[in-house]
């Protein structure tokens, strides 16, 4: 794969652990790898913000699994004051990593499409657009159960 950024983050968030991997180096030489592993407690995920921003890196991955990325998203989304790329991607949309599949590989598999330039984000929404997608989804709920309450047929 021919590399596009010289450095990017890939991370493999899960419920209670984020591992995650930045790979570094100029364009077409040999990357450096370094890998750590947060907990997703509010000091830890300002920690992880901490070392991407040591570390220099604009760009970072991760899978959207389930809602575990949200806190993640939003805490990285204030570094360098919003010039930042973050992706959420769609852990369908990756390749699987060849061979045994453990979180540091994944991370670094994520990374490693990211330096590439391989992945596309899925669509977020804005804060106010994401609470207002959510309100008329749960009202849309509501009025949904209270119709089939009413014993009106269609």
């Not at 991370?107 to 657009?129: F, H, K, P, Q, V």
């Amino acid at each position: 794969m021919k590399d596009l950024l010289e450095i990017s983050c890939g991370l493999d968030v899960h419920k209670d652990k984020i591992v995650a991997c930045i790979l570094s180096g100029p364009i077409g030489k040999t990357t450096v790898s370094e890998i750590r592993e947060f907990t997703t407690l509010i000091p830890d995920m300002a920690a992880l913000r901490d070392w991407i921003v040591s570390c220099n890196c604009h760009h970072v991955a991760m899978e959207s699994t389930g809602i575990y990325w949200q806190p993640i998203y939003e805490i990285l989304e204030d570094a360098y004051s919003g010039d930042i790329t973050l992706l959420v991607v769609n852990a369908r949309h990756m390749k699987n990593v060849p061979g045994k599949k453990t979180d540091m590989r994944d991370s670094e598999w994520i990374a490693t499409l990211l330096r590439a330039g391989l992945l596309n984000g899925s669509i977020l929404y804005g804060s106010r657009n994401y609470v207002y997608c959510i309100w008329c989804h749960k009202n849309h709920r509501i009025f949904f159960q209270r119709f089939l309450l009413s014993g009106i047929s269609v």
